[in-house]
């Protein structure tokens, strides 16, 4: 079975920057099309980014150019690279295959942006 596991959130102030990673076992993340989700409090899980398997990159618009997918296949890893971050950004991220099929989720990684 495959198993997700983010690590890299944080507190961060406004504009600042985090990096997270998503770490899977189980399976082989260049062969998917993976994505990166966010949940913030009392909204629904929503898609931020996703990443094809020839590195086709789709972003949502409210993180256009600020955030950057990537996939380090010799990690079997997916990143996220979050800059310019705001306060509307908190909330905790998950990777996953792009939706709809999907892997069991992980536990995400807390991301709060707040001065």
């Known amino acids: 079975q495959v198993q997700l596991v983010e690590s890299g959130g944080g507190l961060v102030q406004p504009g600042g920057s985090l990096r997270l990673s998503c770490a899977a076992s189980?399976?082989?993340?260049?062969?998917?099309?993976m994505a990166w989700y966010r949940q913030a409090p009392g909204k629904q899980r929503e898609l931020v980014a996703r990443?094809?398997?020839?590195?086709?990159?789709i972003y949502a618009d409210s993180v256009k150019g600020r955030f950057t997918i990537s996939r380090d296949n010799a990690k079997n890893t997916v990143v996220l690279q979050m800059n310019s971050l705001k306060p509307e950004d908190t909330a905790v991220y998950y990777c996953?295959?792009?939706?709809?099929?999907?892997?069991?989720w992980g536990q995400g990684t807390q991301v709060t942006v707040s001065s």
């Open positions: 990443i094809s398997s020839s590195d086709y990159k």
């Open positions: 996953n295959r792009y939706s709809p099929s999907l892997w069991p």
């Open positions: 189980g399976s082989i993340v260049s062969i998917y099309t």
